[in-house]
């Protein structure tokens, strides 16, 4: 018996539930990023939080595998697992999610490999309140128009290797080369000043590929974070920041911030 798909958890919330109101919505987001001819990444670090805030940032990317569609075969988006306690990572077992705009296909052959290898489990309840995976989905609809299949990976409690081990088999786990989509947003609660130079910090870890310098307080999906920069170090890719801003920018309490990046990982240029 095929499991019911699942249907979204944060529309309304995180983003707009409107069909029509949500497609303006990302469609504005996407126009305001500037033209790039940066070739396609292997891996791409973008924000989860609700699209007023962090919608801006996540577009950096989006437009990009937008831009690149061609190229686009799979997507494995890993995010961390906030309303559920999880030791490792999960995946679906549901074949399709679905969004406001319609279904998403998941990579069930890819969830399945993880499985059969003892690297995930199976586990709908994980991902079913979820909004780290959810809220990429709206753009991934809209800049992709073939909507290749996606393998969204939760990720609890893990070392930074065993994320990458992970990160590594659900690349080889299908045809073709698949993009790493890593949602986290970074410092929370943090005065704005306090929150940049944190997370000045943070970004410069990613870029210099060194894992263990992203603390527990440095961003809420560390982990899924921790194991693609020790993956990105463990393949000689190179980190570059596309855009960096904070709640504040949005209108948030500067006294209480929440810091948002979208950064790119890619191998050296020849």
């Not at 987001?29 to 940066?38: I, N, T």
């Amino acid at each position: 018996m095929t499991p019911p798909a699942r249907p979204p958890a944060v529309a309304g919330l995180f983003y707009p539930a409107d069909p029509a109101v949500l497609c303006r919505t990302v469609d504005d987001l996407l126009a305001a990023v500037p033209p790039s001819e940066e070739p396609l990444a292997r891996a791409y670090v973008v924000p989860h939080a609700g699209y007023r805030y962090s919608g801006i940032t996540a577009a950096y990317v989006y437009a990009h595998l937008g831009r690149c569609a061609h190229a686009v075969r799979r997507i494995v988006l890993i995010g961390p697992s906030h309303r559920r306690p999880l030791r490792g990572v999960a995946v679906p077992a549901a074949s399709s999610w679905h969004t406001p705009l319609g279904p998403v296909e998941i990579d069930v052959d890819g969830a399945a490999a993880l499985v059969a290898s003892g690297l995930a489990v199976a586990d709908d309840a994980v991902h079913a309140e979820e909004h780290s995976i959810e809220v990429q989905l709206p753009f991934l609809q809209r800049v992709l128009p073939e909507r290749p299949p996606i393998l969204p990976i939760a990720v609890g409690l893990s070392s930074a290797s065993e994320v990458a081990t992970v990160i590594a088999a659900a690349l080889s786990a299908g045809p073709g080369e698949a993009i790493v989509l890593c949602s986290t947003d970074l410092s929370h609660y943090l005065e704005d000043t306090a929150a940049r130079q944190r997370d000045e910090a943070t970004i410069s870890a990613v870029l210099r590929l060194d894992a263990d310098a992203i603390g527990p307080a440095d961003a809420c999906g560390r982990h899924p974070l921790r194991g693609l920069v020790h993956w990105a170090a463990g393949i000689g890719l190179h980190g570059h920041l596309h855009d960096y801003r904070t709640s504040a920018q949005a209108g948030a309490d500067p006294s209480r911030v929440v810091g948002y990046a979208a950064l790119a990982l890619s191998p050296p240029e020849p």
